[in-house]
């Protein structure tokens, strides 16, 4: 099945490129500049898509990420240290931001003759962002069933909807995903921060899938306390 895969660079999205390179046709790489806080994520994008060969596409769309204002994403407001399951960290989520970048996805894959448009949406993402959710999932395919009714027809695979993020490592490891060649931490430094949700929810997923952690963290240890916190 000729794939379009939308790839950020972070860990997720990487192992699903090499999934797929796998197991289907891989058009492409589609990576989204939306203003975010830094783009050090796209740089690994690009190195996923020489790696596998294929070919990758930045999309700009800064000009509609500066109006998608109160995310600590894309404003001057700090990223919050701890798990994504406390409260605070619903200050990351940036409005809308998979609707938008899935429909032009679709748009370039029915352009593309692509079969499928693939993302790494995944169930650890459910608390926090309603685009992540089965819900959301099953009403875009709806949606974009009906937008390119008699032009083309594009499946939305998100296999990794029902993973943990350490499911989603043990699948990786399963398709040799470097995992030092990903990114996730927000705050976009020299080194993760070992504190931030996405670095806190990365560091859990290695201990708890059992694969080694290559990740080099400022703070190798923040984790377990804010895990400590989030179930308190």
């Given at each position: 099945?000729?794939?379009?895969v939308?790839?950020s ?5 990487v192992?699903l490129a090499?999934r797929l390179a796998?197991e289907?046709e891989?058009?492409?790489l589609?990576?989204f500049?939306?203003?975010q806080?830094h783009?050090k ?6 190195l996923c ?10 999309i700009?769309?800064?000009q ?6 109160g995310?600590?994403l ?7 240290d701890g ?5 605070t960290?619903?200050v990351?989520?940036?409005?809308n ?9 679709f748009?370039?894959?029915?352009a593309?003759k ?15 962002y309603?685009d992540c ?7 875009f395919q ?11 027809r594009?499946?939305l695979?998100?296999p ?5 993020k350490?499911?989603?490592?043990c699948?990786?490891?399963?398709y040799?995903?470097p995992?030092a060649?990903t990114?996730?931490?927000y705050k976009g430094?020299e080194r993760h921060?070992?504190r931030c949700g ?8 290695f201990?708890?899938?059992g694969h080694p952690?290559?990740?080099?963290y ?9 895990l400590r916190r989030a179930n308190?």
């Amino acid at each position: 099945m000729k794939t379009l895969v939308v790839c950020s660079g972070g860990l997720d999205s990487v192992s699903l490129a090499h999934r797929l390179a796998g197991e289907h046709e891989l058009d492409c790489l589609l990576s989204f500049d939306y203003g975010q806080r830094h783009r050090k994520e796209l740089g690994f994008a690009a190195l996923c898509a020489q790696r596998l060969n294929v070919p990758h596409q930045i999309i700009d769309i800064g000009q509609i990420g500066r109006g998608l204002s109160g995310s600590a994403l894309t404003d001057s407001i700090d990223v919050p240290d701890g798990h994504y399951a406390e409260d605070t960290m619903r200050v990351t989520v940036v409005p809308n931001r998979n609707a938008i970048m899935l429909a032009i996805a679709f748009g370039l894959a029915a352009a593309h003759k692509a079969e499928a448009v693939a993302t790494a949406v995944h169930g650890g993402d459910h608390f926090i962002y309603p685009d992540c959710r089965p819900a959301f999932i099953d009403t875009f395919q709806t949606m974009q069933d009906r937008a390119l009714d008699g032009y083309a027809r594009v499946h939305l695979h998100a296999p990794y909807l029902h993973f943990s993020k350490a499911d989603i490592v043990c699948d990786g490891a399963k398709y040799g995903t470097p995992f030092a060649e990903t990114w996730s931490c927000y705050k976009g430094g020299e080194r993760h921060c070992g504190r931030c949700g996405t670095c806190v929810e990365r560091r859990e997923a290695f201990h708890l899938s059992g694969h080694p952690d290559p990740t080099d963290y400022e703070d190798d240890d923040f984790w377990l306390v804010a895990l400590r916190r989030a179930n308190a």
